[in-house]
């Protein structure tokens, strides 16, 4: 069983308000932490080896050290949560049962970064959650922990939570802060980089909820010791929302150290494919990262176990690898269609362009209709070379990662399952009725006999 | 003319206090939340030109945003919009016999309303509920793991509670 740090108290009856939490040992990190110096704190993320939980996977302590401090202007601290990749609900899970926990990541980090207001920018569709986050908020204000002058050192903070109102494009960072002043979500050209030009043209970090809420446990044990925790650059512990064709869906902390036929299989995780069915694929760090035939997703091209951690699940590239992403572990069993699953995706980036790339808005209308196409039995072989040369110009060429993101899961589909694509369109009749099934990918996986 | 009440506006002045001077166009997402859930569900011109207004920005202003994100209505909607989740995790899970059951059940396609003005599907993507699925938002919460039995119950409840 995985060691849990940030999920340890998720369990206690009451933790979502302010008694419980700190009786459990809540806001001891700030208490440390408005001791030392805020460079120093930047020092203990840097140790800790912590990345970016959102996705792009970034060294936390590097993007906090590039902060620019020019004399006279406010800096901000920005959380992210605008959760909506696909298959990702962890940052939900953190904020609906532990709201103070993440709170009490956002004081630390805005006195490390010297933020003296700092947003929470939640998704719209989240609309009860910020009801909790206020409440927690008002708590830890009542209790000293924000406002003017906390625990005496002369250092302000307010947290202010803003609902976003339906928009994926802004969950990247700079469209994000562009949402936050009231316009359309679209990315800016970088650089200049939010640390340098952020919020209100301001220096600003913006980190994932996930990420914000790990400083707690970094400070409370010291980068040293947070590192020790995980394998290679993948330290600390990782969230992971699980969905799809599992047992037991949810959200579960792991450390790292786990292979992904044990996460998938073991009771104390996934628990195994409803009704003994097999496996046939995986995302397994939202729906942007390359979708995996079995075989390539428990054993890596050499041979190896995969591991949950980063370096494993990308060991080999895109070519027979993926990634980490956001932790959305989304499980196909055997009865599921790469064809009409794919379609879906490409569905929801077209929805979610925000258009101003001419690549990705027109290049991800083209893939919803080809595969549109294919999967209602109207496709022509050469659709498949199409798509392919669809999503190769798209990626590379948008201002923002949304373009690669929709190129991804198509390029990874045609990649692995091209068999698929091609049963489709040879039997347009056929593929109405039924699906293509597991074919080659089940060998040699099977069913475990637990 | 549309108006927010006296209690709203300060609701509105503690909103624009959370940033800077002159900054008050951040609050522009936050106040069409309130618009749409104050008058009728939706956002007329007139809705938007009294932000508009409110905010010192010009209208067009509000309109770009408006009719960016997915969450402001552009048009009436029902007094309950069904918004179901259809993207993969979703699929996976059989959203996509849900959304035909609830056409059937109410006699509407997507983006259409019921005659009697009650209910509005609204097919949507990824709300970040992959884990509980088949899904839908219903107003401020979400409704999980659907089955057709559980669609019946949640139209039957919601018809009953507006006869009262």
């Given at each position: 069983m995985s060691k849990k740090?940030?999920?340890?108290?998720?369990?206690?009856?009451?933790?979502?308000?302010?008694e419980t939490y700190r009786k459990n040992g809540g806001y001891r990190s700030v208490e440390k932490a408005l001791k030392m110096s805020p460079d120093d704190i930047v020092e203990e993320v840097k140790k800790s080896g912590l990345r970016g939980r959102?996705?792009?996977?970034?060294?936390t302590g590097m993007k906090w050290s590039f902060l620019a401090k020019p004399e006279g202007v406010p800096r901000h601290l920005v959380c992210n949560?605008?959760?909506?990749?696909?298959?990702?609900?962890k940052d939900r899970y953190l904020m609906e049962f532990l709201p103070h926990l993440l709170i009490e990541g956002l004081i630390v980090s805005s006195f490390a970064l010297g933020s003296n207001a700092t947003y929470i920018y939640i998704?719209?569709?989240?609309?009860?959650i910020p009801d909790i986050l206020e409440q927690a908020i008002a708590e830890a204000k009542a209790n000293g922990w924000?406002?003017?002058?906390i625990l005496g050192t002369g250092f302000d903070c307010e947290i202010y939570v803003q609902r976003g109102a339906?928009?994926?494009?802004?969950?990247e960072e700079t469209a994000l802060i562009e949402s936050l002043e009231g316009k359309r979500g679209n990315p800016r050209i970088k650089p200049p980089f939010p640390a340098i030009?952020?919020?209100?043209m301001r220096p600003t970090v913006v980190n994932n909820v996930e990420t914000l809420a790990a400083v707690v446990p970094i400070i409370n044990m010291g980068g040293d010791e947070y590192a020790k925790i995980g394998v290679g650059k993948s330290t600390g512990t990782k969230l992971l929302s699980v969905c799809g064709n599992v047992n037991k869906p949810g959200v579960y902390e792991i450390?790292?150290?786990?292979?992904v036929e044990e996460f998938i299989y073991s009771d104390a995780y996934c628990g195994g494919i409803p009704n003994r069915k097999k496996l046939?694929?995986?995302?397994?760090?939202?729906?942007s990262v390359p979708i995996l035939p079995a075989n390539l997703l428990l054993k890596t091209a050499k041979g190896e176990n995969r591991m949950m951690n980063y370096e494993s699940l990308a060991d080999g590239g895109f070519a027979t690898g993926s990634m980490m992403g956001s932790g959305g572990f989304i499980v196909l069993d055997e009865t599921q269609c790469i064809v009409r699953h794919t379609m879906s995706l490409a569905r929801f980036y077209n929805h979610e362009s925000?258009?101003?790339?001419s690549p990705c808005r027109e290049g991800t209308g083209w893939m919803y209709k080809i595969l549109k196409n294919i999967e209602y039995g109207h496709?022509?072989?050469s659709d498949i070379d199409l798509l392919w040369d669809v999503q190769r110009k798209i990626e590379g060429n948008t201002i923002c990662p949304l373009g690669d993101a929709a190129a991804w899961p198509v390029a990874a589909a045609i990649r692995h399952f091209r068999d698929e694509f091609e049963w489709h369109i040879n039997n347009p009749v056929e593929a109405q009725t039924r699906n293509y099934g597991l074919a080659h990918y089940a060998d040699p996986i099977h069913v475990p006999t637990v | 003319m549309k108006q927010f009440s006296a209690e709203q506006l300060n609701q509105v002045q503690a909103i624009i206090a959370?940033?800077?001077?002159?900054?008050?166009?951040?609050?522009l997402i936050p106040l069409l939340h309130l618009a749409q859930e104050t008058f009728g569900g939706w956002l007329d011109t007139e809705t938007m030109d009294y932000i508009a207004a409110l905010l010192t920005i010009k209208p067009i202003e509000v309109y770009e945003v408006a009719s960016f994100?997915?969450?402001?209505?552009m048009k009436p909607v029902g007094?309950?919009?069904?918004?179901?989740c259809q993207t993969g995790p979703c699929m996976l899970n059989g959203s996509d016999e849900i959304i035909a059951y609830i056409k059937e059940k109410l006699g509407i396609e997507a983006g259409q309303t019921t005659a009697d003005g009650l209910f509005t599907l609204k097919p949507v993507e990824c709300l970040g509920a992959c884990g509980y699925a088949p899904m839908m938002q219903l107003g401020k919460h979400y409704k999980e793991f659907l089955t057709k039995e559980k669609v019946d119950q949640i139209i039957e409840e919601l018809r009953t509670a507006s006869k009262h």
């Open positions: 740090i940030l999920l340890e108290h998720a369990h206690i009856e009451g933790i979502r308000f302010y959102g996705g792009a996977g970034f060294p949560a605008d959760e909506s990749e696909p298959g990702t609900f998704r719209g569709e989240y609309a009860w924000l406002g003017k002058n339906g928009a994926y494009i802004c969950g030009q952020g919020l209100w450390d790292m150290t786990i292979s046939k694929a995986c995302i397994p760090g939202g729906s925000c258009g101003q790339c496709g022509k072989m | 959370r940033y800077p001077e002159g900054k008050q166009k951040s609050a994100y997915s969450m402001f209505h007094k309950h919009v069904f918004e179901v």
